[in-house]
Structures are given as structure tokens and as C-alpha cells.
Antibody, heavy 116, light 113 residues
Framework: QIQLVQSGPELKKPGESVKISCKASGYTFTDYAMNWVKQAPGNGLKWMGWINTQTGKPTYADDFKQRFVFSLETSASTAYLQINNLNIEDTATYFC?????????WGQGTLVTVSS | DIVMTQSPSSLAVSAGETVTINCKSSQSLLYSGNQKNYLAWYQQKPGQSPKLLIYWASTRQSGVPDRFIGSGSGTDFTLTISSVQAEDLAIYYCQQYYDTPYTFGAGTKLELK
């Protein structure tokens, strides 16, 4: 069955970096784009952007163009989200989700907590 | 950016009631090339990932109970849940995938009366 399994929770200090993984299984990884969605505590869903799993080209939403990096390890069917120079406002759960136009498959989410 | 406006923000219901959640987009989500509305609905329970309920505004995802009904076209959409059950208590989001940046509504929280 199709699964997206994300890495575990992270506790970081302001200014540090974090790299979250999203391992796909049950389908051909390069057949579908991978998207990332942020959910701050008690808040709604915010689309961060997507990465073309065939070319590796990332596209970022405006609010995520500065410190966010999407990448791939295609041989391992894994997508990554790296956030640099973390600040308190980055505290959130981050989801990877496969794009079928809509988002039918989601990772379980990775909670990133930024605290001094 | 396409703005998605959901109403109400919360709804208190009793089991067995029928509820309606509204979603309005700032521009039409109907693509003339295929006459499809690029609108999806999701359900999210506490501590869980969002779950796809409806896509193309009215197509139920496999395995979703038929008490969940999506309707609407253009800029106005509705999710109707008939005979609400306790397991339906969650937050519901609409989302447009017509154009990037993909955008979500702010959510409608379904609570027990």
C-alpha cells in the first residue's frame, strides 16, 4: 500500500537547521510530485511548495523562499525538507503529501519545536 | 493568490443531524478545458494527518462514506454531512488546486452540541 513515512520530532534552538525526511513506498516515486504543508500549533494548513521528483526542481510558495530547501534522494524514494536559521515561528508540524492534483496521501507529520 | 473563505468557523451538532459547510473561492475554480472544478475537501482529526474526502468538488475518495457529499461550481462550494456520527467530529478544510500557490480554507471545526 502507498505510504509516506516521515522522520521523528525535532527540538531545535533558534538559528539552528533541521532536515526532515519523507520516505515513500508502494508506488513509483518519480511518477508524482511531492508537496510540503505547514501546520503551526492550533492553526490551519499552509502550502509550502512542491518538488518535481523527476527533475528535482523545487518550487516554493512566497513565504518559504528564503530559508527552506526541498531536495530528493531518488534512489531511496525519499524527499527532504531542510529549514535553515530556525526561528520561533517555524514551530509547527510539517507534512509531506503526494500530489495527484489533490492530496490523497500524507505523511504522519513531523513536529519541529524551536525553543531557546 | 486564490483566497478560500470557509464558513462557519465552527459548528456544534448532535449525532444524526445534517450539516453544511461552505467554501467560497476568490476566483472561479472551474477550468473550461475539462469542465472540472479544482476543489478538494479534507477532514483532520486531532493529532492526525488530513484525510482526503472529496476531489473535483464532488467526487468521493475511495472508502469515504456516502454521507459526505460535495457540491458546487465556480466559486461556491458546499460539503454536506448527512446524519453526522461521533467519528465525524473533526476540522474540515477546503483546498483549491486550480493554481499555485495551492490554498486552503481556514477550516470548520465540527463539535458536539
Amino acid at each position: 500500500q502507498i505510504q509516506l513515512v516521515q522522520s521523528g520530532p525535532e527540538l531545535k534552538k533558534p538559528g539552528e537547521s533541521v532536515k526532515i525526511s519523507c520516505k515513500a513506498s508502494g508506488y513509483t516515486f518519480t511518477d508524482y510530485a511531492m508537496n510540503w504543508v505547514k501546520q503551526a500549533p492550533g492553526n490551519g494548513l499552509k502550502w509550502m511548495g512542491w518538488i518535481n521528483t523527476q527533475t528535482g526542481k523545487p518550487t516554493y510558495a512566497d513565504d518559504f523562499k528564503q530559508r527552506f530547501v526541498f531536495s530528493l534522494e531518488t534512489s531511496a524514494s525519499t524527499a527532504y525538507l531542510q529549514i535553515n536559521n530556525l526561528n520561533i515561528e517555524d514551530t509547527a508540524t510539517y507534512f509531506c503529501t503526494r500530489e495527484d492534483d489533490w492530496f490523497a496521501y500524507w505523511g504522519q507529520g513531523t513536529l519541529v519545536t524551536v525553543s531557546s | 493568490d486564490i483566497v478560500m473563505t470557509q464558513s462557519p468557523s465552527s459548528l456544534a451538532v448532535s449525532a444524526g443531524e445534517t450539516v453544511t459547510i461552505n467554501c467560497k473561492s476568490s476566483q472561479s475554480l472551474l477550468y473550461s478545458g475539462n469542465q472540472k472544478n479544482y476543489l478538494a475537501w479534507y477532514q483532520q482529526k486531532p493529532g492526525q494527518s488530513p484525510k482526503l474526502l472529496i476531489y473535483w468538488a464532488s467526487t468521493r475518495q475511495s472508502g469515504v462514506p456516502d454521507r459526505f457529499i460535495g457540491s458546487g461550481s465556480g466559486t461556491d462550494f458546499t460539503l454536506t454531512i448527512s446524519s453526522v456520527q461521533a467519528e465525524d467530529l473533526a476540522i474540515y478544510y477546503c483546498q483549491q488546486y486550480y493554481d499555485t500557490p495551492y490554498t486552503f480554507g481556514a477550516g470548520t471545526k465540527l463539535e458536539l452540541k
